[in-house]
């Protein structure tokens, strides 16, 4: 089973421009989830989303937004670009099967984001 | 809120066996995991606990007190590769939203 794959790895921006990234989770899985990567913060929670729906969402600005597609996969929007938001960005699929079930987090290897 | 920490780096001997603690405070606690993450790599998944007590998975066992708010994972006989940052993660509310520790950064010497 093919695993998280991100799409690009690298990027390379400028202040005010805009990115997109996209993320295809394991097949099967319906959960997508988007994470901030940084030295210093660690790994920071943006959004989830669950059959195309946004379930649950972290404490970042407008700028950072996301959808999910009707096959589970998943992109990732920030407008906007600022200096501090250079970081690592991980997404990560989960079955998502139950209220009580582990639902483990499979990473992607992430899309390293510099912005100039 | 949710806050959880976990000490910033820790070193042991290779061969030994190291404790890394996790505290945490939540609402609608659902479980605890934990990751290993090498530089430059992804998280992967070590473990995970929903119910108090032991969990043992070859070298690496996971504790957890859910009245105490306090988890650890025990890595017994340590290896060079075991050099890595461990994650700790709760899972919390009812679309289980995970939040991550910002790691402890092991280094195991020889």
């Known amino acids: 089973k093919a695993g998280v794959t991100q799409t690009p790895r690298y990027l390379i921006k400028t202040r005010g421009q805009q990115v997109t990234l996209s993320c295809s989770p394991i097949?099967?899985?319906?959960?997508v989830s988007w994470y901030q990567q940084t030295p210093g913060q660690g790994l920071q929670f943006l959004f989830e989303y669950f059959s195309e729906t946004q379930r649950n969402k972290g404490n970042f600005p407008g700028r950072f937004s996301g959808r999910q597609f009707s096959n589970s996969r998943s992109e990732m929007n920030v407008s906007t670009l600022e200096l501090g938001d250079s970081a690592l960005y991980l997404c990560?699929?989960?079955?998502?099967?139950?209220?009580?079930?582990?639902?483990?987090?499979?990473f992607g290897p992430g899309t390293r984001l510099t912005v100039l | 809120g949710q806050n959880i920490d976990q000490p910033t780096e820790m070193t042991a001997t290779e061969g030994a066996i190291v404790q890394i603690n996790c505290t945490y405070q939540t609402s609608g606690f659902n479980g605890l995991f934990w990751y290993q993450q090498h530089a430059g790599e992804a998280p992967t998944f070590l473990s995970y606990n929903v119910l108090d007590g032991l969990e043992e998975k070859g070298r690496f066992s996971s504790f957890l007190s859910r009245s105490k708010g306090y988890s650890y994972l025990l890595l017994k006989e340590l290896q060079m590769k075991d050099s890595a940052s461990y994650l700790c993660?709760?899972?919390?509310?009812?679309?289980?939203?995970?939040?991550f520790g910002t790691g402890t950064k092991l280094q195991v010497i020889p």
């Open positions: 990560a699929s989960s079955p998502a099967t139950g209220f009580s079930a582990r639902n483990e987090q499979f």
């Open positions: 993660a709760v899972a919390s509310g009812g679309y289980q939203k995970v939040t």
């Open positions: 097949s099967g899985h319906r959960s």
